[in-house]
């Protein structure tokens, strides 16, 4: 059975460090403290099976009153293809501390489709957007 939390404490927090760190392409090689310290401060939300444990997460960068980031969505690649990563960002979305939000925001390289079916759309101004972006902040040494 497919259950949904957006408590803190049920999150395996060594699955999600590991996907992130070494599967995905957003945020390779991030430190497990630098993680701790970002979910800490986010609103996170993650899918889980029975008998399986954790297969999907999403978090929002937030200030809990007019803007949310959404960062970090992620489903297992053995558990892809079944509505999971639908299902964890719309309750993310539907959590009360990120309700009456003026803007979420988010980046992607390919899941656009799925970001459309939940009414995101393409920056409607880019050039009113800036950003400071290090990709390699994680793999350089201390």
Known sequence: ????SADFDELDLALIHRFLSADSYWAAGIPRDTLNRALRNSVCCGVFLDGIGQVA???AVTDQATF?????VFVLPEHRGRGHGRAVVEALMADPRLQGMRRWHLITRDMQPLYAKLGF???TQPERHMQRHDPDIYTRTP
């Not at 059975?1 to 949904?4: E, G, P, S, T, Y």
């Open 57 to 59: 997460f999403a978090r």
């Open 68 to 72: 949310a980031y959404l960062a970090d």
């Open 1 to 4: 059975m497919l259950r949904i």
């Open 121 to 123: 759309v393409p920056l």
